[in-house]
């Protein structure tokens, strides 16, 4: 909203102006202002709230040290990670940008099933909160609608491999190329690091290029539900699924920085989005209100994000990765989300084989998720939570990395 009112002062006043990559930088830093402002400032009341209104964790006894002293702690926190991210983007985004809709409706949707979600585990007394079925229904859902609108919108484009020649002054002296649609992504170890969805089902026909829809949304369906699951999995000890996240999403926001940028593209020689340097601002302020939340949800943590953030921050991260192409780098970006899920597999897989074919079931770790088998053996759970934040900075940096790998 602020955005057009800048640009109306700017056009009838002829107020000083920066280039648009200034100007959009200006608003994600706005963005991300004013994410911390309200996460912190904000956030205290909203904790007050739901104290006052008895909405405390009920915690399962899993034998874990400090485990019960957590009972009673605020939860569905998850509030504070979407009003302070919605209310700066509202003010300082494009909304009429196709990204920052979906990414709207992608954190409004997911929200609203965590919600669902840690409400009836609160307020009707169910330890199991919203059925599996209806949460899995959820992320699906939201993955067919992603999935078609990145297919078929028009606006959702990338522009070919023809040169934009660059100036000696990093200035865009022509634009070569069309903008076209494609289901091109990024995959290290690839000619110029680039993969088709519509290679897997061209080779059957020319035409068959033109249904590759069929492969390109059920691939996106599995990558929200995976992402979704994982973040949710991660969230177990406190500060850990908001610290991860936060390192996630950031290294996201340095991908649509230099993808919606058509300088950084062509000088890295990676593929331009149009349009979707946009997302930088909800980026922002999405990290700020992760790193907002964060001053309440380190240990002692003074409030759980619930589903309602969990299920939030693995949607919004996968929608964006899919936006700016970068969704085949999930396993190795979501390296602490993968682990995760992983581990909960391995250990009901096991467990069930040893079951049917010992009569006992067995484990592999102590415990399952991979936060608790590390409880289980005596970490404090701050030492576990940073150690994993720095598995997770390491495993960005290798992901940045790999977008020069050829």
């Known amino acids: ?167 000696e002054q990093f200035t865009v002296e022509e634009v070569r190329g069309q903008e076209i649609k494609s289901t091109m992504t990024t995959v290290p170890f690839f000619k110029n690091n680039e993969f088709d969805y519509g290679n897997l089902i061209g080779w059957i026909d020319e035409e068959a290029q033109d249904y590759a829809w069929l492969i390109f949304i059920p691939i996106i369906i599995l990558i929200v539900t995976a992402v979704s699951n994982g973040a949710n999995l991660t969230d177990g000890i406190d500060g850990l699924a908001a610290g991860t996240s936060a390192i996630i999403v950031f290294t996201l926001g340095v991908f649509a920085l230099v993808s919606g940028n058509i300088i950084f593209s062509e000088y890295l020689d990676i593929m331009y989005i149009p349009r979707v340097g946009e997302l930088l601002v909800f980026i922002t302020a999405f990290v700020g209100a992760l790193v907002g939340f964060l001053w309440y949800n380190t240990f002692p943590a003074q409030v759980f994000m619930g589903d309602t953030g969990s299920l939030t921050i693995g949607g919004v991260i996968a929608v964006i990765a899919i936006i700016v192409r970068k969704e085949l780098l999930i396993p190795l970006l979501c390296g602490i989300f993968f682990a995760e899920s992983i581990s909960v597999m391995l250990q009901v897989g096991y467990f069930k084989y040893t079951k049917k074919k010992f009569g006992d079931g067995r484990r592999i770790f102590l415990m399952s998720p991979l936060h608790h088998h590390y409880q289980k053996k005596g970490y404090h759970e701050s030492k576990i939570v940073t150690r994993f934040w720095i598995v997770g900075i390491m495993l960005a940096i290798v992901t940045i990395v790999t977008l020069k790998v050829r």
């Open 1 to 167: 909203m602020l955005t057009y009112l800048f640009e109306y002062l700017e056009k009838q006043y002829q107020l000083p102006g920066a280039s648009l990559f200034q100007f959009s930088t200006f608003r994600a830093g706005m963005a991300i202002l004013f994410s911390l402002i309200i996460a912190t400032a904000y956030g205290k009341r909203i904790i007050l709230f739901l104290q006052k209104q008895q909405v405390g964790e009920t915690i399962r006894d899993l034998g874990l040290e400090g485990q019960k002293q957590k009972a009673g702690t605020p939860t569905m926190g998850g509030i504070i990670i979407i009003l302070a991210t919605l209310i700066p983007v509202l003010l300082f985004a494009r909304l009429e940008n196709i990204y920052i809709i979906l990414l709207i409706f992608t954190t409004l949707w997911m929200g609203v099933i965590g919600f669902l979600d840690d409400y009836i585990k609160v307020f009707k007394k169910n330890k199991e909160g919203l059925k599996g079925r209806f949460k899995v229904l959820g992320q699906v859902v939201l993955g067919l609608i992603v999935g078609a609108v990145l297919y078929f919108h028009p606006d959702v484009t990338m522009r070919d491999h023809d040169k934009t020649i660059i100036t």
